[in-house]
């Protein structure tokens, strides 16, 4: 028996593996775009804030195939929706370096959405359900080390061979062999979903609450502010810091691509430490600690005394910020009841889907016509408005 037990362990043990592969390939799209940016609008001659129609593009794609990916898992199993999310996502971003102008590449934005919706919302179910919240930490950070990766190959791309079409081929062509890799393994994949114990403790699915229930519960719509607005200003400094400095601060392009580096460097690094201490810290406080950080980097980056001044700034917030998303998805069912978690978790997915759009478009559009200093400002602004709601939250938790 014991020996068998053993067997079953090293599939696992691969899986887990490729797991946090597939997160990695997951992060390095998200890398890529803030420091291609530049370069791609000026090859397709579109205004600075032209970027917003791409992310309104990819995030359409990323909704939908979040809320199919339950009935599309339970139809095909999870491998196989993961094998064919990483191909889509892949040709996607290969398909961005051969197209001949800018809307071609917006309709790709809604493939390569597509794709990383399935491949975010699949794992996250798969490991959930199989492994439990430490191996989760680990897998969101595993999407940090991908994100730390991207602005790394694309600067490489833009300094050697000033071409970003180079980097995305590349990211495109990892994320097809990663979609390789879940081909062979399918069998495993649909073996371990119906390994699930039946005498595990009631989850948080297992509640049917139904979904009108659910909206008219006020904790529930202040959580899911929560997350647009925290990941409408992850992505947004992400995206813009590297056009910030370049464009607006006069740093060289090699040096700010170091920058927009350290800042999911930071990010990786901050994720990697909370799964060791996040348990002892409590969850409240981690958040609190955290959004404090990340305020006073901000401050910093409006104050600019100097330019390496910017590298503390964004490598602070970076690191702060880090361990925000995973601690508010866990406190979920604090925050609104375990009741409404399950419909409240799949609602804040959403949202950070549509913060991730919205709020860096819109500050692009504010950065067109006023200056890109407002990129900061932005920032001072967000996680000041962060604070002041999660302590709300906290409040209106007590008063339930």
């Known amino acids: 028996m014991e020996a068998l037990r053993k067997i079953k362990v090293y599939p696992k043990i691969g899986l887990i593996i490729l ?7 997951l992060g390095m799209p998200d890398g890529l775009l803030g420091v291609a940016w530049p370069s791609i609008r000026t090859s397709f001659s579109i205004p600075l804030d032209a970027i917003g129609m791409l992310l309104t593009a990819s995030v359409a794609g990323y909704l939908t195939s979040s809320f199919l990916s339950g009935p599309l898992i339970s139809r095909w199993g999870v491998g196989s929706v993961l094998a064919a999310s990483c191909a889509m996502t892949g040709l996607g971003l290969i398909g961005y370096t051969l197209v001949p102008v800018w809307w071609m590449m917006v309709v790709l934005g809604i493939l390569a959405g597509l794709g990383a919706g399935a491949i975010d919302a699949g794992l996250n179910t798969y490991v959930a359900a199989h492994f439990g919240e430490g191996l989760m930490q680990w897998l969101h950070a595993s999407y940090g080390i991908g994100v730390t990766l991207g602005p790394i190959i694309m600067t490489i791309a833009l300094t050697t061979l000033n071409s970003w079409q180079v980097g995305y081929r590349v990211v495109g062509g990892f994320q097809v062999a990663v979609a390789a890799c879940f081909v062979l393994t399918l069998a495993m994949w649909n073996q371990n979903d119906t390994s699930v114990a039946d005498d595990k403790p009631k989850r948080l699915t297992d509640y049917k609450t139904p979904m009108g229930e659910t909206l008219l519960q006020p904790r529930v719509w202040l959580s899911v502010l929560l ?14 810091t590297y056009s910030l400095l370049t464009e607006s601060r006069g740093v060289d392009p090699a040096i700010a691509g ?55 700034a964004v490598a602070l917030i970076g690191f702060a910020i880090a361990p925000i998303f995973p601690a508010m998805m866990s406190g979920t069912s604090e925050r609104v009841d375990a009741h409404f978690a399950a ?48 302590l709300l939250a906290d409040t209106s938790k007590l008063k339930a």
């Open 19 to 25: 797991a946090f592969i597939a997160f990695i390939s």
């Open 227 to 240: 997350f647009f607005l925290y990941v409408g200003a992850e992505v947004s400094l992400g995206t813009w």
């Open 258 to 312: 170091l920058f927009a580096g350290s800042y999911w460097a930071t990010f990786t690094l901050g994720r990697m430490a909370a799964g060791l201490y996040a348990k002892r810290v409590g969850v409240n406080l981690l958040v609190r600690g955290s959004l404090i950080g990340a305020l006073l980097g901000a401050v910093l980056l409006v104050w600019n005394p100097s330019e390496w001044t910017n590298l503390l």
């Open 343 to 390: 419909n409240t978790i799949g609602l804040q997915m959403a949202a950070a889907g549509l913060g991730s759009a919205i709020i860096p478009s819109f500050l692009g559009i504010l950065a067109r016509q006023i200056s890109l200093e407002v990129i900061p400002i932005g920032m001072v602004v967000a996680f000041g408005s962060l604070f002041g709601l999660y």
